[in-house]
């Protein structure tokens, strides 16, 4: 079992920055792919980005490609979602995902892909 918590959401102003950690607990942080997901008012969850379990691969949806950063310290157990260029669009809750991998495997956006989910953190921009 793994446990999230997500902290660092708050209010920013557009083109302002943010950073959001996950910390894990529970079972090998380094064998999970960790991943943030994002719901806004009356949207879908979607994926926001992801990085592997231990060989640093990244990927970002489009949307935040170029202004946001992931990364992750597995000493720490912990996972950092970089916000920078902040859009009112980017309001949202923020949620940190986890699913255990053993080896190399591909990094999926898929929401049924990840089996542990913290209870997000609130993120707003203001214009």
């Known amino acids: 079992q793994v446990q999230l918590v997500e902290s660092g959401g708050g209010l920013a102003q557009a083109g302002g920055s943010l950073r959001l950690s996950c910390a894990a607990s529970g079972r090998t942080f380094s064998n999970h792919h960790m991943a943030w997901f994002r719901q806004a008012p009356g949207k879908e969850r979607e994926f926001v980005a992801a990085i592997a379990n231990s060989d640093g691969r990244v990927d970002y949806a489009d949307s935040v490609k170029g202004r946001f950063t992931l990364s992750r310290d597995n000493a720490k157990n912990t996972v950092y979602l970089q916000m920078n260029s902040l859009k009112p669009e980017d309001t949202a809750v923020y949620s940190c995902?986890?699913?255990?991998?053993?080896?190399?495997?591909?990094?999926?956006?898929?929401?049924?892909?990840?089996?542990?989910w913290g209870p997000g953190t609130q993120v707003t921009v203001s214009s």
């Open positions: 995902a986890a699913r255990q991998m053993i080896g190399y495997a591909l990094l999926l956006r898929g929401i049924a892909y990840y089996n542990y």
